[in-house]
């Protein structure tokens, strides 16, 4: 990249996006400034911090942030840096405190931020301000929508309703698809992974409809073999019930369609969870409480959504898991699964979600995997600088493309086009391009 002026149409066309935007240092220092630390980006949900002094470290860009409820019941995002000498003062993943106590030179705060202690303060008197009023610094901005926290490191962000726009309705559909008393974060230890990756190949392959006939075929064979039917909702051209949703501001969805379930199209969760340990002694409960066909029908609907949504730019909605992407470096990034539990369910269906979700996506899932070593081939590959541009045109002609927003097949890549106008929109608009 030279200096000066950068020059998106370099990076992303119409159609293609070029190797550069994937292997480039400098280009994922300018998004870490221009997206991930001036944007909005998905920080955790409410109920990851039920009570007062519950908190949860995590990253806004490349910037340690607590996420953590105050004992006055606020939420607020407080930057992990001690206003000594900038040590982290929270070093756990998730926990709860009245308090953070750097270990460096002890001082101390509290759960709001404010600073409640300097150890040996007498030696500040001639510093000419008062230490006391050195608290934790919080971002700007903290909203929430539906119990999902969003952040911004920069003040000068639209309102949070405004940048998700018809993505809300995405969210609402996440949330209410269940028992209709909205969805938790389950406590505990998160399903966490690394890959040698850049960030945005896990953005564009959380609404990518057009892999998963290939990448994931050896799922869906054996899923064909074990319910003696063809099981692959994806690849069936001109029929598939899915839809590849472009929203505004960068957002996306792969759709199944309200209220309609993948079953119909030949893809059943409530075939993929019974190879989870425990799951078949469930179903066969529940088969013999509802009758066969009510039991597949009901449990279909509420162990996943048909939904995969892409929050631009780290937030997956993905059946009952939310996902989050952390860029790490160029070609390294952090993904962290969050299975969500229906408040107020029956905790069987509980169960039979979060073993749903890991039969496909857990750490020996049958398809999660699939998609991780993709990523590596992507890098790998993306490293011929030589070949420069990559293919972004799948339905360029048939989606419907109107203003941000457009609808294609499933297989369509506008989805992955919207997310790039966003990229190319924030990446233009930052300072120092002498304009
Ligand atoms: S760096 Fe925190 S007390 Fe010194
Ligand atoms: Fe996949």
Partial sequence: MTAGRFEVERYVSPTGI???????????????????????????????????????????????????????????LLLNRCRHRGATV????????????????GWTYKNTGELAGVTLPDGYAACGFDVKTLALVAAPRCDRYRGFVFGSLSPAVEPLE????????????????????????????????????????????????????????????????????????????????????????????????????????GDTFYERVRNAPGAAAILEEFESELGAEVARKELNRVIATGLNVAIFPNLGLIQSQIRVTRPV???????????????????????????AQEVFFGPAGMGGPDDVEMFRRCQVGLAAGAVGWTVLARGYDTAIEEGDGSEGDFAAENAQR????????????????GR
């Fill in 162 to 265: 405004e940048y998700l726009g018809p993505a809300a309705t995405y969210i609402d559909r996440f949330v209410d698809s269940g028992s209709g008393l909205g969805v938790r974060v389950r406590r505990g230890v998160p399903h966490r992974y690394r890959f040698r990756a850049n960030w945005k190949l896990q953005m564009e392959n959380t609404v990518d409809g057009y892999h998963p006939g290939f990448t994931h075929r050896s799922f869906f064979d054996m899923m064909a073999d074990q319910t003696g039917k063809k099981a692959n909702p994806y690849f069936k051209r001109g029929e598939s019930p899915i839809r590849s949703k472009a929203l505004r501001n960068g957002h996306a969805a792969l759709d199944f369609g309200a209220g309609r379930s993948a079953e119909e199209f």
């Fill in 18 to 76: 070029h190797s550069d935007t994937y292997t480039d240092p400098e280009v994922f220092r300018l998004e870490m400034e221009r997206v991930f630390e001036s944007g909005w980006v998905y920080v955790g949900h409410e109920s990851e911090v039920p009570e007062k002094g519950d908190y949860r470290t995590t990253f806004m860009g490349r910037q340690p942030v607590i996420f953590a409820r105050g004992d006055d019941g606020e939420v607020r």
């Fill in 329 to 355: 470096s160029v070609d390294e990034t952090e993904v962290t699964l969050y299975p969500t539990e229906l408040i107020g369910a029956d905790p069987r269906v509980n169960y039979l979600r979060r073993r």
């Fill in 90 to 105: 929270c070093q756990d993943q998730a926990g709860n405190s009245t308090f953070f106590r750097c270990h460096y030179h």
């Fill in 418 to 433: 919207a997310q790039y106008r966003q990229w190319r929109r924030l990446m233009d608009a930052g300072p120092g391009d």
